[in-house]
């Protein structure tokens, strides 16, 4: 830490998960405190509570907290545990001018209290609950309707937004975790400038993604649309009454479903489309994808991002290849993006261009800007491996390839 030097730290946010690393901590600051504390920006104190912590860490993070005069973001594991044993450490959190995200995990009522005493504007929080503490859900909301309206993004676990008073014109993201079902009304009525809304299952509660939305048939604002919305195929299913959502990623996406996933996307009427599928939902569902991205089912769709899980073992990359080349051949897609997992490498190649599926990078980019005529931006990566980007200057002709270097190299997400 010390050879690294205070101007690397804005860009280093840091992570404290031992009492040592504390201990480390303090020392590197009052080498030169009033040079130093002014750089860090984002401290995450993850030690988890035990007598141990409470032996070793709980004072010096007292002490330690008020210095940060430049502390912008702050998240802190068992949160009610910490506070519950040094109250003292809620007060400072209170006092903080310069927070702006605060991420208080596994609150409880002492931290519902916290958040009703908060003397800043704070544009991002993220709350979770302890699991035992269920009683918190009755007293965050009071907490919520008190804090500043410039609360741009919220994290939260079940509550029921119909008991708010205040509309909060600023909240532009909303992730919701641990809901058994949900009432999309008050959402829309609380928050009418929501853009991003992403659902986190509890599967240990056994909640499934088709139980996360309730009352179908509810009226929703003409004008209320979405530019993200990360959810199961179930969740978008009903989901059919909103207005347009830019970037639609849907997760997990089996060889059933996808019999279903052209007219939920046709309700969704998206330009961005990201699906999350198994190799074998790919190899056995080509004619269904082809329908997908036919431009007479989706107009408006350009840019198609395809995160593709292989099986171990499996190397046939001629076939594979082949059936990607199907999918995306005729579409409109001006920037397409595929992300492979599981990959390992097969021979002693020095380009390191070489997958599971036996395939080069090259190789594949080369046969889907045949394939697809309006292709612009073309990004693969792999795991364990560097990506590939490229632009393709002559739509439809592979010689036009031209890689991009590390700035370009997700051009085709933006």
């Known amino acids: 830490m010390y050879d690294l030097g205070a101007y690397t730290l804005p860009q280093a946010p840091i992570h404290i998960t031992q009492s040592r690393q504390l201990d480390s901590l303090l020392s590197f600051i009052q080498t030169d405190s009033e040079a130093r504390i002014y ?57 903080l001018p310069t927070i702006r995200s605060l991420h208080l995990l596994a609150a409880g009522h002492n931290i519902s209290e916290l958040l009703t005493c908060l003397t800043y504007p704070l544009t991002k929080l993220h709350l979770t609950l302890r699991a035992e503490d269920l009683e918190t859900r009755k007293h965050i909301l009071p907490a919520l309707d008190r804090l500043d309206p410039r609360l741009e993004e919220l994290h939260i676990f079940e509550v029921d937004f119909r008991q708010l008073s205040t509309i909060r014109r600023n909240l532009r993201t909303l992730t919701l975790e641990g809901w058994a079902r949900i009432d999309k009304v008050p959402l829309l009525l609380f928050f009418p400038n929501l853009r991003r809304l992403t659902y986190i299952s509890e599967k240990n509660h056994g909640v499934s993604a088709s139980d ?37 990623s849907l997760r997990g996406i089996s060889s059933e479903q996808v019999l279903r996933l052209r007219e939920a996307c046709i309700c969704a009427r998206s330009s961005f489309l990201e699906l999350e599928i198994d190799i074998s939902c790919l190899l056995s569902r080509v004619r269904n994808f082809r329908r997908l991205l036919d431009p007479t089912t989706l107009p408006k769709l350009s840019r198609l991002k395809l995160i593709i899980t292989l099986e171990a073992g499996l190397t046939e990359g001629e076939r594979i290849t082949e059936k990607l080349v199907t999918v995306v051949g005729l579409s409109r897609i001006t920037h397409l993006g595929i992300s492979l997992g599981l990959s390992v490498y097969l021979d ?58 590390d700035g370009g190299a997700r051009m085709w997400s933006e």
């Not at 940060?68 to 209170?94: H, K, M, R, V, Y």
């Not at 996360?212 to 978008?236: C, F, M, Q, R």
């Not at 005529?373 to 036009?400: C, F, H, K, M, V």
């Open 348 to 405: 002693d190649s020095p380009t390191g261009e070489w997958v599971e599926i036996g395939v080069s990078f090259l190789e594949l980019a080369t046969k889907l800007v045949e394939a697809a005529p309006n292709l612009q931006y073309l990004y693969i990566s792999a795991e364990g491996q560097d990506s590939r980007s490229y632009a393709i200057t002559i739509p439809g002709d592979s010689s036009s390839l031209r890689s991009l270097n």
């Open 39 to 95: 750089y860090i920006r984002h401290l995450f104190m993850q030690i988890e509570w035990s007598d141990s912590a409470k032996e070793h860490a709980l004072q010096p993070f007292v002490e330690l907290l008020p210095k940060l005069s430049s502390l912008a973001e702050l998240s802190l594991n068992d949160s009610e545990q910490w506070i519950t044993a040094n109250p003292e450490l809620g007060c400072i959190i209170c006092m």
């Open 212 to 248: 996360y939305l309730e009352n179908e048939a509810a009226i929703v604002p003409k004008g209320w649309g979405s530019d993200y919305l990360h959810a199961s195929l179930a969740t978008v299913e009903r989901l059919r009454h909103v207005q347009p959502v830019h970037h639609l």
